[in-house]
């Protein structure tokens, strides 16, 4: 949990999200190569296709079999948002275009290779309007519709003994630590600071007690001597 954290949604392992995420890729890989029909239903309701942006997700399936390495195709995996309209509305077959735009990009990333840059202004395609994902029908297909109820907030009590709060949890640089290894803290204190001339967060102490690590993170215990909540 970081202070980015929204929500948290908790499901069973047979729920058929978790299935399609736990799958390996090669799994989605070999299905893709096997099983698209190339209806450019994926691309249809593609929002970043919708809005003008140069990526259409069928083309980048289809270059899984032919056209391997064809640069300007994978490069439009640049424009892929992963939002996983493509694989959970769109697709008949039950494909991830998502899943491997993101595999593509990433390994275009460590390869060095860039997006190619444009001045142009995207213009959005004339069907956008008619084309958006109603979101009662999304939270069905995503087999959602049944947690979408109220959920009354417990009062509960909770006082954790140990706290590892992360140094970057925010947009910009990582926090300076701005405390030392065996100092004790007050809840509320400052544990770390924006570091000068950059964009960041400073970070505070949840509960009081004593650093016992600084590393990406700062560890407090309570337990330790000198500790108290
Ligand atoms: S919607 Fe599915 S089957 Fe159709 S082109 Fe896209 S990935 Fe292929
Ligand atoms: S996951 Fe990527 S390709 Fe699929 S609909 Fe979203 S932006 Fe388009």
Known sequence: MTKTTKALLVLEEIHPLIQAKTMPLKTIIRQAKAACVQCQRCTDLCPRYLLGHRIEPHKIMRSLNYAKGEADVLKMTFFCSECGACEQIACPMFLSPRMINGRI???????????????????????????????????????????????????????????????????????????????I????????????????????????GTVVEISKHIVIDSGKKGGNQ
Do not use: C, F
């Open 105 to 183: 990009k990433r390994e275009l990333i460590q390869n060095g290779i860039k997006p190619n840059t444009s001045t142009r202004m995207p213009t959005a395609h004339s069907m956008r309007e008619h084309r958006r994902i109603p979101t009662k029908r999304l939270k069905i297909r995503l087999g959602l519709i049944r947690y979408d109820r109220l959920a009354p907030l417990a009062d509960l009590k909770y006082q954790p003994q140990v706290v590892r709060i992360p140094l970057s949890q925010h947009i910009g640089k990582p926090s300076t630590p701005t405390v030392e290894l065996g100092q």
């Open 185 to 208: 803290v007050e809840k509320g204190m400052l544990i770390a600071q924006i570091p000068e001339n950059s964009l960041g967060a400073n970070i505070h102490a949840s509960i009081s």
